[in-house]
């Protein structure tokens, strides 16, 4: 398997340790993308990689597997070329796909292609069983609260937490686009944004990214709560959410599926 990164930045180091040096997983990261020159002429030395500039040369340069490691509008405006180019995309900025109408042209080009996209499940759990409970429609409820520090929502520090925001995920993907990968991928798995509730605290108090998530159905009743280390020099991004990147790559053309 031929691995290409978009993006040069903490994810694409880590996973380049992981995949070119510790070799974890069955293939190799042969290309990285990124408009920063210098981190990405430093990776391409340091983990014996190709270092892109230009886009379309990136998607061309013989790689099966494309990883968005960027941003929102770097996946939103790729996934699809990706795809019709006859690669599987692998999206870590999950809210590109907050629009429905893009996310269902995605889904049509990945199979008018025959390719698979992957949204790992990041910083959170319970994904599958959101699925199963709602397999029949028996999902009745679904929420989640976010505690982050201060630093990591980008704010001044705090005395005392402070409630940011609660409401719906669709009314939360506006006031908090950086801050919704887990809350969306809780409405792709489950009720939707409209019926799923997101609540956001400031909290200076706490260590690690927390989210809790409750599910209320047929199937019964779902608490999980999850507490996240940070990715070292980037208290934004949860360490989990590089690792299920990691764990897809793994898993990738198993022919046992689990859950």
């Known amino acids: 398997m031929n691995i290409g990164v978009l993006g040069t930045g903490n994810i694409a180091t880590y996973l ?33 990689t190709r270092f892109y500039e230009d886009v379309d040369e990136f998607i061309a340069s013989g790689i099966d597997v494309v990883i968005e490691a960027a941003a929102i509008e770097v996946a939103a405006a790729r996934a699809v070329e990706v795809l ?37 499940s990041g910083a959170i759990g319970g994904l599958d069983l959101l699925q199963s409970a709602n397999a029949i429609g028996g999902l009745q409820k679904v929420s989640i609260t976010t505690r982050k520090s201060p630093r990591s929502l980008g704010l ?15 009314e939360a993907i506006g006031k908090f686009p950086e801050n919704i990968n887990v809350a969306l991928l809780l409405s792709l798995a489950g009720l939707g944004t409209d019926k799923t509730r997101v609540r956001i605290i400031a909290d200076p108090a706490v260590e690690r990214n927390t989210h809790l998530i409750e599910a209320d159905g047929s199937f019964g009743k779902m608490m999980l709560k999850t507490e996240n280390t940070p990715m070292p020099g980037n208290p934004k991004t949860s360490y989990l ?18 859950g």
């Open 16 to 48: 380049l340790e992981c995949v070119n040096e510790e070799k974890l997983v069955d293939g190799e990261i042969k290309a990285v993308c990124g408009r920063n020159r210098e981190a990405g002429k430093q990776l391409a030395a340091r983990y014996s």
């Open 84 to 120: 019709k180019n006859g690669k599987d995309f692998i999206a870590t900025s999950i809210g590109a796909f907050k629009d429905a109408g893009f996310l269902e042209d995605v889904r049509k080009t990945a199979q008018a292609n025959g390719r698979s996209v992957f949204l790992p």
């Open 156 to 170: 001044d520090s705090m005395d005392e937490e402070k409630l940011l925001f609660e409401g719906s995920d669709g």
């Open 241 to 258: 959410a590089a690792l299920s990147i990691l764990s897809v790559l793994q898993n990738k053309g198993n022919p046992v599926i689990i």
